[in-house]
């Protein structure tokens, strides 16, 4: 099991790059039509909620953990972990960060 799947166990959701059809969370980057980059983390790519899905600078690794929680707390229903599509592992959930927070998780869970 890689570190990406570890983290999609403890947080209950399926994190990938290759999903075909709506996932529950979309987090990548979108450019504007005179080519500025804006970061968006969705559940509606249609709809987009300016003030809650798009960032003008990339979003940091404990707002990206945030939404992906709130994304499974709120896609928990059917027991089916929430699909979370992620178009850059390195760019938004760097392996090394996401280490420490499965550490920091299973020290939690240990005391």
Not at 42 to 70: A, C, G, M
Not at 96 to 102: I, N, R
């Amino acid at each position: 099991m890689n570190t990406y799947e570890k983290l999609g166990e403890a947080l209950n959701v399926k994190i990938t790059d290759d999903f075909h059809g709506r996932p529950d969370l979309e987090i990548g980057t979108w450019q504007t039509a005179d080519g500025y980059d804006l970061h968006v983390m969705t559940d509606d790519p249609q709809h987009l909620s300016w003030e809650y899905d798009v960032y003008y600078y990339e979003p940091d690794f404990n707002t990206v953990i945030d939404r992906i929680k709130e994304t499974a707390d709120n896609n928990s229903y059917d027991g089916d972990p929430a699909v979370v599509w992620l178009a850059e592992f390195d760019q938004y959930l760097p392996e090394g960060e996401v280490l420490d927070y499965l550490e920091e998780l299973n020290d939690k869970n240990n005391d």
